[in-house]
C-alpha cells in the first residue's frame, strides 16, 4: 500500500462527486512502501527559518487548532523560505506533534517546487487516536494529525497536496479526461485509492511523481503489475508535467489562484493582554473567535477529509 495503513475510513465532500467505492480491483501484486525511496530521491532546497512571536498565528491554523480541540497557545508557526522561492511558507505545528520541525520543514521543502505551489499552510497536530488528515483544497491548507506514517510520511504530503491540485485543475478528478484514464485502467492503486475519485486521483498522483523523479525505471521497478493502474498515473504525468518532476533549477511561480497566507490573528486574550498581539485589536480577536466558520467550512465542497486507522 501507498500508505502504511490497515483500513480507511474517510469521507468527501467535492461538488458533483459520488463517495461510492469505485468498482475496480486491487493492483496485483500489491505494491509496498513508497515512501521512503520518493523521499531519497527528492530534494530539500537550503532553507531559512524564522519562529513567530508566541501571540500571534494565521487564522486558518487558530481555527484548525480550535476545531480538533487543541489550545491556539500550543501552536508554533515558522516563516519558511526555501532558496527556490524568495516568497516565504507559513506552517503551523502543534508543540507536541510527533513530527520534529526539522523533519516537517525537510518534508514540505522536498516537495517540488512547482507542486508545492500548490501549498498555502501546512498544519500538524498530534493525534488522539489513529493518523489522519485533510485538505482544505480550494486555498491550499492542508493538515496531518498524528505521526505522517513515519517513513513512509513523504507520500502523505504530497498526497494531501495532490486534493489542492486536482481542485485548481478544473476539479481534474471529476473530468471526462481522468474518467477515460480511469476506464482504460483495470485496477486502482489500493483501498485508498478504491474510496472516491479524488482519492483515487491523490493516489495516482503520488505514483506520477514516483514515476517522475524515481529515474530510471520508475514503477516499473517496483510493481510489475504497473499497466494496470498505467492509463491513470500517465494521464497525471501528462497534465502536470514538470510540477511533478525534480528540477533543481525551477522556481516557483506562487501563482496558481490560492492566496500566499491567511489573516495573521491573535491566539486568544492571554496573548492579547499579555501584549503579545501587536496591531491585532480586540475586534480582530472577536471576529477570529466567532467567525471560523468564514476560513474553516466557507467553501465546503472544497473539504477532503479522511481518517486513516493503522
Not at 524564522?50 to 480550535?66: E, H, M, S, Y
Amino acid at each position: 500500500m501507498l500508505f502504511n495503513t490497515a483500513q480507511l475510513v474517510a469521507g468527501l465532500l467535492l461538488a458533483g462527486q459520488a463517495t461510492a467505492q469505485l468498482n475496480k480491483p486491487l493492483i496485483n501484486p500489491p505494491f509496498g512502501d513508497l515512501g521512503p525511496v520518493l523521499q531519497s530521491r527528492l530534494r530539500t532546497p537550503q532553507y531559512t527559518v524564522i519562529k513567530w512571536p508566541w501571540g500571534l498565528i494565521p487564522l486558518r491554523c487558530r481555527a484548525v487548532a480550535d476545531q480538533e480541540d487543541y489550545t491556539p497557545y500550543d501552536i508554533e508557526v515558522y516563516d519558511v523560505t526555501y532558496s527556490d522561492c524568495p516568497t516565504k511558507w507559513v506552517l503551523c505545528r502543534h508543540n507536541q506533534s510527533p513530527t520534529s520541525p526539522a523533519q516537517f520543514f525537510d518534508r514540505v521543502g522536498r516537495l517540488p517546487v512547482g507542486f508545492r505551489d500548490y501549498l498555502r499552510h501546512f498544519i500538524l497536530l498530534p493525534s488522539r487516536g489513529a493518523t489522519h488528515a485533510y485538505t482544505y483544497s480550494d486555498l491550499g491548507d492542508a493538515v496531518i494529525l498524528g505521526d505522517g506514517h513515519g517513513a513512509n510520511a513523504q507520500t502523505l504530503y504530497v498526497h494531501e497536496i495532490a486534493h489542492t491540485v486536482d481542485w485548481h485543475h478544473n476539479r481534474a478528478s471529476t473530468t471526462q479526461g481522468w474518467l477515460n484514464a480511469f476506464n482504460a485502467a483495470s485496477a486502482v492503486s489500493d483501498d485508498y485509492a478504491r474510496r472516491n475519485q479524488a482519492e483515487n486521483f491523490a493516489q495516482e498522483t503520488v505514483i506520477a511523481m514516483y514515476d517522475s523523479v524515481v529515474t530510471p525505471n520508475g514503477i516499473t521497478g517496483v510493481n510489475g503489475g504497473w499497466q494496470q493502474i498505467a492509463p491513470m498515473y500517465q494521464y497525471i504525468k501528462s497534465l502536470l508535467g514538470d510540477k511533478i518532476r525534480r528540477i533543481d533549477s525551477r522556481v516557483c511561480t506562487r501563482n496558481v489562484g490560492i492566496p500566499l497566507w491567511d489573516t495573521t490573528v491573535c491566539m486568544g486574550p492571554a496573548a492579547r493582554d499579555s501584549g503579545n498581539c501587536p496591531g491585532v485589536s480586540a475586534r480582530d480577536l472577536d471576529t477570529a473567535e466567532g467567525d471560523n466558520n468564514v476560513t474553516i467550512a466557507g467553501n465546503p465542497e472544497a473539504l477532503v477529509k479522511c481518517k486513516l486507522n493503522h
